[in-house]
């Protein structure tokens, strides 16, 4: 199951502070609590979406409700909360754990399937069905992208680019269990 975090920080005299904080202390803090597998931070390379994007592999719905989970990361932004705008959650299904995305590849999400990057550039697609907290949009198509492929697929309607902001942070108490996602 994916665990998939947006949101815009609108204030740019705190961004990197803000950035600074995530990357460096809430993304290790969630990628430790039990039922988390992976979690890896990235940034949209266009407008039309939320800027900020969090992808994490958990082992079911029940992981973002417990007392581990609330103690040490979830909602901890207090100090941050009144810049956080267009901030949506969503649980959904899908085979396996959320991809490794490297600093020379993209992250790219839509809303339907993209079928030159499957047949065309021979990219495998990682289908995602909605099933709970924002449960929008219902379904996802998530595709890995070598970046210098990435210029032909930046006007595909529906579809946004995303580059890493941390490298894939693995639970290393789960590792082992990641193909079980």
Same mark, same amino acid.
Request: glycine fraction near 10%; hydrophobic fraction near 40%; charge should be negative.
């Given at each position: 199951m994916?665990?998939?975090v947006e949101c815009t920080y609108a204030n740019p005299g705190s961004e990197e502070d803000w950035n600074e904080?995530?990357?460096?202390?809430k993304l290790p803090a969630l990628v430790s609590v039990t039922g988390f597998s992976t979690s890896q931070r990235f940034r949209a390379l266009k407008p039309?979406?939320?800027?900020? $994007?969090a992808l994490h592999t958990i082992k079911d719905a029940d992981v973002i409700s417990s007392d581990e989970y609330r103690l040490k990361g979830g909602g901890n932004f207090s100090r941050w909360q009144e810049h956080i705008t267009d901030w949506h959650r969503n649980l959904y299904e899908c085979e396996g754990p959320a991809p490794a995305v490297s600093s020379d590849e993209l992250l790219l999400l839509s809303t339907r399937p993209i079928g030159f990057i499957e047949t065309g550039l021979g990219y495998r697609a990682l289908a995602?069905?909605?099933?709970? $907290?924002?449960?929008s949009p219902e379904r996802r198509v998530a595709y890995v992208l070598a970046r210098e492929n990435a210029a032909q697929l930046a006007e595909?309607?529906?579809?946004?680019?995303?580059?890493?902001?941390t490298p894939q942070l693995q639970n290393p108490a789960k590792g082992h269990q990641r193909g079980k996602q």
């Open positions: 994916l665990y998939i904080f995530y990357s460096r202390e039309g979406c939320p800027v900020y $994007l995602m069905q909605a099933s709970g $907290l924002d449960k595909v309607p529906g579809a946004y680019l995303y580059e890493t902001l």
